[in-house]
DNA sequence: GCCGTTTTCGGCCCGACTGTTTTCAGTCG
């Protein structure tokens, strides 16, 4: 079945693509408001009935004979028609962030480019401010984007790979159960974004060659006993070795080359077990994810207690359907309960923020009212009120004293005016975390790897505020975020300043990303005892009672 | 194309922000 993101991304580029060739106004809205309708809807469209889907608002017949071709067909004739008019490196300059349909347009007709690669050498030759409407500052922003993005290619988001990563490992491991598969190289450290799954295996080479022509995975490259090939779209490097030399190659292919130097590594060491190798060398173990070469030798980490998944005790974070997610508060209270979580903290956005549906101040109070009434059927399972306030332009929290103080805890962040030169940003995020209210610095960068830079900051000022005055950091658990970035931790807990694990939760299951940010923490070696979800819910109390004071 | 009747046509038009302008167009969340 198709599934709704692309049925969405179709509609929206319809509707940019019908704007760029200059159609009928009111209809290229009707599609866009449809689609913005769409999304706040959960079930598969595709498996709604047409009254379902007419019931939606902004939705009429039109756009469900669109949604059923699009679902039924694979393909959508009038959006074909669109894409066949309109060079596809136009269509690319579509996604670039500050050009939208009218500025795609004049730069595809007056400058005739009609890639992003030429787009990118228009700009470095700056030929972009002779057009009007494009001055030096969108010429510069436009470069920005393109030169990122093509840093990003080929890279890929860790958590959106896991999935089939680890069928792929399970299934090989199922076919041989009798030899040993492991993962290794970066997506066994668990890097926050890898360019291949590399796995390894004393998996004999021809039934290993047999079981990858088996599953349709043909060989790309071949050298020596490493294997390239595709997962779906994602490269996969395949190590094949023997029994004997396993250890000492999954070591190798594991460690980053700085992890390898600081150990003063040599090839012709032969070892049996990682954790006697450490030991030979006079250090714990170090688990994979820290094994980049910097802090990790400096610590025992086994001794101090690095951060487990399983430690976590409590979900702050959370968006419901009063603002923009898509479960309930009792759907979210139950799923944390079910999940063995003893308390969940709901932090719905703010009333500035229009666009997600933020909560005005007696929205915010009503919510509270149904708080305590889901605490007292859920006992002991404790729910927190909360709220995901903006840090507003001028560094102000979104409500007024009086609202701020009915409230358990805030969490600050940044979610409009992202483009900010750094003096700009720490002078706001200061006020914010000044703020006596201020419980967690949310999503501290604002980034959204390979999509979008954060806005600069410095980050040592930032963290050195937290310090000051007791604010706690978010680590936003969001594959896309991950945002503080772990490289920050070790000078974090340097200071004594605690980071919560939070899933920026739209949906229940959206509880589930935890796991990943808990695998950036430990990258960044943060302790159990420095992660605030970790504590028990009695401990979380007397925290936030503490704050207060 | 959607919607809602002034009930099958005619009106619809987010709003803040930014960067471009010299009073506003385009974009985004």
Redesign the pocket.
């Known amino acids: 079945m198709v599934d709704n993101s692309t049925i969405l991304s179709q509609l929206s580029l319809f509707a940019k693509l019908s704007e760029l060739h200059g159609q009928?106004p009111?209809?290229i809205?009707?599609?866009s408001s449809?689609a913005f309708n769409l999304k706040k809807i959960k079930d598969p469209y595709a498996s709604l009935t047409d009254e379902e889907l007419?019931s939606i608002?902004?939705?009429?017949?039109?756009?469900?004979e669109s949604i059923r071709e699009i679902s039924t067909k694979d393909h959508w004739f009038d959006l074909d028609e669109l894409l066949k008019i309109t060079p596809s490196g136009v269509v690319d300059m579509l996604r670039?962030?500050?050009?939208?349909?009218?500025?795609?347009k004049t730069i595809w007709s007056d400058l005739k480019i009609e890639t992003t690669g030429e787009l990118l050498d228009a700009c470095r030759q700056n030929r972009l401010v002779e057009v009007?409407?494009?001055?030096?500052?969108?010429?510069a922003?436009i470069a920005r984007y393109i030169e990122f993005a093509m840093s990003a290619e080929g890279k890929w988001h860790f958590a959106r790979v896991w999935q089939p990563a680890t069928d792929f490992k399970e299934n090989l491991k199922l076919a041989f159960p009798d030899d040993r598969v492991e993962f290794t190289g970066s997506f066994r450290r668990a890097c926050e974004v890898i360019e291949n799954v590399e796995i390894i295996t004393d998996v004999d080479i021809d039934e290993l060659i047999a079981f990858c022509d088996d599953q349709q995975m043909p060989t790309d490259a071949m050298d020596g006993e490493i294997y390239s090939k595709l997962l779906g779209v994602y490269p996969l490097i395949i190590y094949a070795t023997n029994a004997e030399e396993f250890d000492q190659f999954w070591f190798e292919t594991t460690s980053s080359p700085a992890h390898l130097k600081k150990l003063s590594y040599s090839r012709l060491e032969s070892f049996h077990g990682e954790e006697a190798f450490y030991k030979s060398k006079g250090y714990p173990y170090i688990i994979p994810e820290l094994r980049e070469g910097r802090n990790e030798l400096d610590t025992d980490f086994t001794k101090e207690g690095i951060i487990e998944y399983w430690q976590l005790q409590g979900v702050l974070h959370n968006h419901t359907t009063a603002s923009d997610g898509l479960s309930s508060l009792r759907e979210m209270a139950e799923y944390a309960k079910d999940q063995k979580y003893q308390y969940l903290g709901i932090c719905d956005h703010s009333q500035s923020?229009?666009?997600?549906g933020g909560l005005k101040a007696e929205e915010l109070i009503k919510q509270g009212e149904e708080i305590d009434a889901l605490n007292r059927e859920l006992a002991p399972f404790k729910i927190f009120k909360g709220v995901e306030s903006d840090i507003l332009?001028n560094g102000d929290l979104d409500y007024p004293e009086e609202i701020l103080k009915t409230l358990d805890f805030v969490v600050a962040s940044v979610?409009?005016?992202l483009?900010m030169d750094e003096q700009k940003a720490n002078q706001r995020l200061i006020k914010a975390i000044e703020n006596p209210y201020t419980t967690i610095l949310g999503h501290p960068t604002g980034r959204l790897l390979l999509l979008r830079e954060g806005y600069p900051m410095d980050h040592k000022y930032i963290i050195d505020a937290c310090a000051t005055n007791n604010v706690v950091i978010e680590l936003n658990a969001h594959p896309y975020r991950l945002d503080l970035d772990w490289r920050w931790i070790p000078y974090a807990q340097e200071k004594g300043v605690m980071i919560s694990i939070n899933p920026d939760a739209h949906e229940k299951q959206g509880y589930h990303d935890m796991y990943f940010g808990t695998l950036a923490a430990r990258k960044g070696g943060l302790l159990q005892k420095n992660t605030l979800n970790a504590m028990s819910l009695e401990e979380f109390e007397s925290f936030l009672s503490k704050s207060r004071s």
């Open positions: 009928n009111f209809k809205r009707a599609y449809a007419l608002p902004g939705v009429g017949k039109g756009v469900v670039i962030k500050g050009l939208g349909p009218k500025k795609v009007k409407g494009f001055g030096l500052k969108t010429q922003d923020a229009a666009y997600a332009s979610h409009s005016g483009k």
